[in-house]
């Protein structure tokens, strides 16, 4: 019997993408359930402003720079949140950009590479170092992040669709169309990222689970 699965009391989660938003959200969950965080973004000063902000609350917080398409960038992460903490027990993987809104035919190269690079390779490359730590410690679990896109097409973001991941603008247009009326919310994803990463989910392994208020009901 787990007493309480949602205590992360001991525990290090590290979120990428998570300088605002439904990357920050998890961050702050995971440290409120008692674990130590470190808060990884393309967007160094925002980061750093949310660690901090963490931080004066009294959470165990830690900002870091990381360009997940950039391989080194990832492995220096993983390295530097195992030097501070000593380990690895959950990842929440939400880095992504969005592509130019245009057809396929006039969508460049340059924003394919940009797109792939980050949302499809860049999450390949945060598991990759991420397993490392875990199979080393023996435990662990790792949320990665889509969107409906990964189950849907959508004219126009063939590279957005390719990589499987949204942003803000799309989430508004989207919500028109979401069948409980409304987008998700922050603390939607965060509770569903904490629970997943919880000895009560420890039997669900490769699942792909859709929060999305309904859009994919066929």
Not at 59 to 65: K, Q, S
């Amino acid at each position: 019997m787990i007493d309480n699965p949602l205590d992360f009391s001991g525990k290090v989660a590290l979120i990428t993408g998570a300088a605002a938003g439904m990357g920050l959200a998890p961050a702050q969950a995971f440290a409120e359930a008692g674990a130590a965080v470190v808060l990884a973004d393309f967007n160094e000063h925002a980061v750093i402003a949310a660690a901090q902000k963490l931080a004066t609350a009294g959470y165990n917080a830690l900002a870091v720079r990381c360009d997940v398409s950039d391989d080194a960038q990832v492995a220096a992460m993983v390295r530097r949140t195992v030097a501070e903490f000593g380990r690895l027990d959950a990842a929440f993987n939400y880095a992504g950009v969005m592509a130019h809104i245009a057809p396929i035919a006039e969508s460049s190269r340059d924003d394919w590479d940009r797109v792939i690079g980050a949302n499809s390779r860049g999450v390949w490359s945060c598991m990759h170092h991420e397993l490392r730590v875990m199979e080393r410690q023996g435990s662990g679990a790792i949320v990665n992040n889509a969107s409906v896109g990964a189950l849907t097409g959508n004219p126009g973001i063939a590279s957005y669709i390719a990589s499987k991941h949204g942003d803000q603008q799309a989430y508004a247009e989207i919500a028109q169309h979401v069948p409980i009326g409304r987008a998700g919310r922050p603390a939607e994803i965060a509770s569903t990222v904490l629970w997943l990463c919880s000895p009560a989910a420890s039997h669900i392994v490769g699942h792909a689970l859709t929060v999305d208020g309904g859009m994919t009901v066929q």
